[in-house]
């Protein structure tokens, strides 16, 4: 490892960068302040920040580029009755890969629950499941049952299809998030297949680029966004990690998404039949106003194009059927990527494309020594979005999946009338469920919860046909001894923690 930067030296190369007023308090600092500013600064490459602020706050805007349909040998559906076949194909080829231990799985886990009244990771929240299981727990028990899936299709292989998952967290949400998975035993995985590892942070800047500091000796950053995963995985040794355990194939997906299919092996056998380095998943989207973004050409490179920045007109186009929208694919924050791509972005890291976010930002004024909490927006933060890399590839796999059967996001408090709430997402994941059973001809009343052990994504159901369930109910496994009612104590717990993280929020 490279020795950290003395103080002269540190002092010389912020001083030349325009950026020496980090130091204005460095003499009145105790020694071990003194040392924690320094171990900081060491970590900021300030003439790189300093480019990228420069390039973010002068890069004309997209309003006047052109925007067109994706191309057709980029996109595919699973919608259509037609594509049945090669949905079972994907399928197969992607449980092969699961099988042979190549795919890992990426969770974009570092925003916190507040505006869920949590004050834990969102992925620690209950939304309110008769099991009351956490968003982790849903997404591991996924991994374990997708695992199970691949040796029972390929079990002359004789591997133990190991899924890896590489939790990506920001430094607010490292420690309670370890802290979690080590409470609950990692949810049945094996700790050493549970990899966690931060996003990077960038300073925050006044208006005109100077780095404000959040104390006398602090320095005021913020995460880099979610698009800071591409060298938080170079710098946090992930990038080495895929290649000791021999991984090929990633699926990144955000954890917010509590329909998430965690290593979707259609997906993965998608894009690699497709031979890409990078694919995306999209679903349709709900109307043509519906305000997300989708995946389109920009300048005929491939971008994920916000709907404020399409022109109405375009938003409205529909294809030749009359009804479809042509510009439909909905992102959802759902990737595939080959690990070679991913070791690739190192190259293209400084044309990247960093977004400005004006917001209020709490510091220490230089002159005055006071802190300033300001009432409005004072300064900016820098982030990147996982999809920026999207105009440097040169050939992408869109595929598109059924909304009520992929995509539910928590993103809003209990009773939001916006929706993308725990009850939206308790609804779907139940209603999702409901259809499993009542394919395999069981039927339901009420909520009826399936176990992630129990079943994928609706296979090995069989056990149920003729089975009538009553909710409040968790399926934990197919038989005689599986159907349990959920108690009352289940209840009273699980209200009681979220309850707890509600109250802790408020302090």
């Not at 802190?371 to 300064?379: A, E, F, K, L």
Request: hydrophobic share 40%; aromatic share 8%.
């Amino acid at each position: 490892m490279p020795q950290p930067l003395s103080e002269e030296v540190l002092r010389q190369t912020f001083t030349d960068a325009g950026q020496g007023h980090v130091f204005t308090y460095f003499d009145s600092l105790t020694a071990e302040g003194k040392a924690k500013l320094l171990k900081q600064l060491d970590t900021i490459d300030v003439n790189r920040v300093n480019r990228i602020f420069a390039k973010a706050t002068t890069a004309p805007p997209h309003d006047k580029d052109t925007v067109d349909p994706l191309p057709a040998e980029a996109f595919n559906s699973t919608l259509g009755p037609e594509m049945s076949t090669s949905v079972v194909d994907w399928r197969e080829a992607g449980l092969k890969l699961i099988a042979e231990g190549k795919v890992a799985v990426l969770v974009l886990a570092g925003g916190q629950g507040t505006r869920l009244g949590s004050s834990a990771p969102k992925g620690c929240y209950d939304i309110g499941l008769p099991s009351h299981k956490s968003l982790f727990q849903l997404q591991a028990e996924r991994i374990l049952s997708i695992q199970r899936v691949a040796v029972q299709k390929y079990p002359q292989l004789k591997g133990k299809a190991t899924v890896p998952w590489y939790v990506m967290t920001s430094e607010p949400t490292r420690a309670a998030t370890e802290a979690f998975f080590k409470e609950h035993a990692y949810f049945g995985l094996e700790a050493k297949n549970v990899v966690f590892f931060n996003q990077g942070v960038l300073p925050a800047f006044t208006m005109d680029g100077k780095i404000l500091m959040e104390d006398k000796g602090v320095v005021a950053t913020a995460p880099d966004g979610n698009g800071g995963i591409y060298k938080a995985l170079r710098r946090e040794g992930v990038l080495a990690d895929f290649e000791r355990r021999g991984t090929l194939y990633v699926h990144a997906y955000s954890v917010d998404n509590c329909l998430v299919k965690v290593a979707d092996p259609v997906f993965i056998g998608y894009c690699v039949s497709k031979n890409v380095k990078s694919g995306v998943k999209v679903v349709p989207k709900l109307r043509a106003s519906e305000p997300v973004g989708v995946i389109c050409l920009r300048d005929k490179k491939f971008a994920v194009v916000e709907y404020s920045e399409i022109p109405e007109s375009l938003s409205n186009q529909v294809n030749a059927d009359g009804k479809t929208l042509t510009y439909n694919a909905a992102n959802i924050c759902n990737h595939f990527y080959t690990t070679d791509f991913l070791n690739s972005v190192e190259e293209m890291e400084d044309s990247l494309e960093f977004h400005v976010a004006k917001k209020k930002i709490k510091h220490i004024d230089l002159k005055t020594g006071e802190i300033v909490v300001p009432t409005s927006s004072n300064g900016i933060k820098l982030e990147l979005f996982i999809f920026d890399v999207l105009p440097f590839v040169e050939k992408l796999a869109v595929l598109e999946m059924a909304r009520k059967e992929e995509f539910s996001p928590l993103k809003n408090a209990p009773g939001s009338k916006d929706g993308d709430s725990p009850d939206t997402c308790r609804a779907d994941i139940l209603a999702q469920h409901k259809r499993y059973i009542e394919a395999a001809g069981g039927s339901v009343s009420g909520e009826v919860e399936l176990s992630g052990l129990v079943s994928y994504s609706g296979e090995g159901l069989e056990g149920l046909k003729g089975v009538a369930l009553q909710g409040p109910r968790v399926v934990d496994t197919v038989g005689s001894t599986a159907l349990r009612p959920v108690s009352v104590l289940d209840g009273l717990n699980g209200r009681f923690k979220a309850m707890k993280g509600w109250l802790a929020s408020c302090f």
